[in-house]
Nanobody, 121 residues
Framework: QVQLVESGGGLVEAGGSLKLSCAAS????????MGWFRQAPGKEREFVAR????????YYADSVKGRFTISRDNAKNTVYLQMNRLKPEDTAVYYC??????????????WGQGTQVTVSS
């Protein structure tokens, strides 16, 4: 089992920044990658970014490329999502997940509880 706890969400004005954290515990070695997903009200959950534990290879959704940065601290078993130049359309509940290096949510086995990000215009 892997436990994931997100933090760092909140309310920010458009153009501002937030940094999300996801602390992993348990059998973290069983997952090769971590991902961030988000779900806005009335919309399906969508992929945001992913990172491999080994090597730190990353991949981003087009909608966040150049604005968001995913990183990891292997010693702390923590993954981060630095979000800059936030837009109102970034408003969503953000989830971190542990699993395969994929953009598909069903390839992730473990999920955090989510953290709300609200961007005001």
């Amino acid at each position: 089992q892997v436990q994931l706890v997100e933090s760092g969400g909140g309310l920010v004005e458009a153009g501002g920044s937030l940094k999300l954290s996801c602390a992993a515990s348990g059998r973290t070695f069983s997952s090769s990658a971590m991902g961030w997903f988000r779900q806005a009200p009335g919309k399906e959950r969508e992929f945001v970014a992913r990172i491999k534990w080994s090597g730190g290879i990353t991949y981003y959704a087009d909608s966040v490329k150049g604005r968001f940065t995913i990183s990891r601290d292997n010693a702390k078993n923590t993954v981060y999502l630095q979000m800059n130049r936030l837009k109102p359309e970034d408003t969503a509940v953000y989830y971190c997940a542990a699993g395969a290096y994929s953009t598909r949510d069903y390839e992730y086995d473990y999920w955090g509880q989510g953290t709300q990000v609200t961007v005001s215009s």
